[in-house]
């Protein structure tokens, strides 16, 4: 089973599990939006914010950070430095901006010897962003001399914007002309959960798990959403539930697999020592588990239930198959005779 899903949702297979790091990254995040709020005047602000004046104080919460900045703030500041670390491994996929609109300060994709670009005087000359130093009617940079019209730039700082603007990768370039949309601004009512959220990311493809199922059902289409959240649905006990995760996750510890670890002298069937105990014949090919199912069949067909119980019909089985299950696998444990 992988680890991922522990902490992804019931329509996902998981059970939702707290991810403990993407917890503490969550109330860090918190901490970020108390400072970037500007209608608290506390004072302890005032000392972050000598720290992070030299990287443009608020702005390097928008900026794609490096590692180097990082300890570099680590060194005066160990707490900022983690909030920081979380809030860009947070937002890093929540960012809508386009290249265009990529920042240009202490961002470790645009790098001269390593170290990022923070000119204090043009960002306060309102310089923030790749497309303010672009000229969309020649598909170029602007010359050093309109950059000084247009912002009032220094004539002595030629050396530094030609050093910027030859550190602006190629990707960034090549993608200027036609992403050109402005960025969005993200706003957050449950700052907490909106944070935990982001760091849990739902499967986009089928688990291993899925997919060794589909091969068992063949051509067979599996609804997962009502075979992962039909548990939760069906029973509110927990036993029920907690076997049904394992069924389906096929973590239960047939002889197949303890043979396997070497863990048991035999990988037999411990009901009718004559096959390989697996999931599929523990539970519905053995010769003494087989009868059971027809008698249940029955059962239901005398009350006028028509549910056809078959392992590759398994969107049609219902709790009490759930619970058949278990009692099979309760039997199996405590050696209790089924023949």
Request: charged share 25%; with cysteine.
């Amino acid at each position: 089973m992988e680890k991922w899903t522990k902490w992804i949702d019931e329509e996902n297979g998981g059970i939702q599990l707290t991810n403990i790091d993407s917890f503490l990254n969550a109330i860090k995040c918190s901490w970020v939006k108390r400072y970037l709020d500007y209608t608290n005047t506390s004072k302890w602000k005032l000392f972050y914010q000598k720290i992070l004046k030299k990287y443009g104080d608020s702005l390097l919460f928008e900026c794609n950070i490096s590692n180097t900045i990082l300890h570099e703030i680590a060194n005066e500041n160990i707490f900022l430095s983690d909030v920081l670390s979380a809030w860009s491994d947070v937002t890093h996929n929540l960012k809508t901006e386009t290249s265009s609109k990529t920042i240009l300060w202490n961002n470790k994709d645009i790098t001269s010897n390593n170290k990022t670009f923070f000119y204090k005087d043009w960002f306060e000359r309102s310089i923030k962003y790749v497309d303010q130093l672009y000229d969309y009617r020649i598909k170029d940079f602007y010359s050093f001399d309109n950059i000084c019209y247009i912002y009032g730039i220094p004539s002595n700082n030629f050396l530094k914007y030609y050093t910027l603007i030859k550190s602006v990768p190629l990707h960034i370039k090549s993608e200027i002309n036609t992403n050109n949309t402005p960025c969005t601004q993200t706003t957050f009512k449950k700052k907490n959960k909106i944070f935990y959220t982001l760091q849990i990311k739902n499967p986009t493809e089928n688990s291993k798990i899925q997919n060794k199922w589909q091969v068992l059902f063949g051509e067979n289409e599996l609804n997962w959403k009502h075979i992962f959240t039909m548990p939760y649905k069906a029973t509110i006990e927990s036993t029920l539930r907690n076997f049904h995760f394992k069924y389906i996750h096929r973590i239960i510890a047939t002889n197949k697999y303890i043979f396997k670890c070497k863990l048991s002298n035999s990988n037999l069937c411990d009901f009718c020592s004559e096959n390989i105990e697996t999931i599929e014949h523990l539970f519905w090919e053995c010769k003494h588990i087989r009868p059971i199912w027809n008698q249940l069949i029955s059962f239901l067909e005398q009350h006028q239930l028509n549910v056809k119980l078959s392992f590759l019909n398994i969107d049609h089985i219902v709790i009490i198959d759930v619970q058949y299950h278990f009692e099979v696998n309760r039997c199996r444990n405590e050696e209790v005779n089924v023949k």
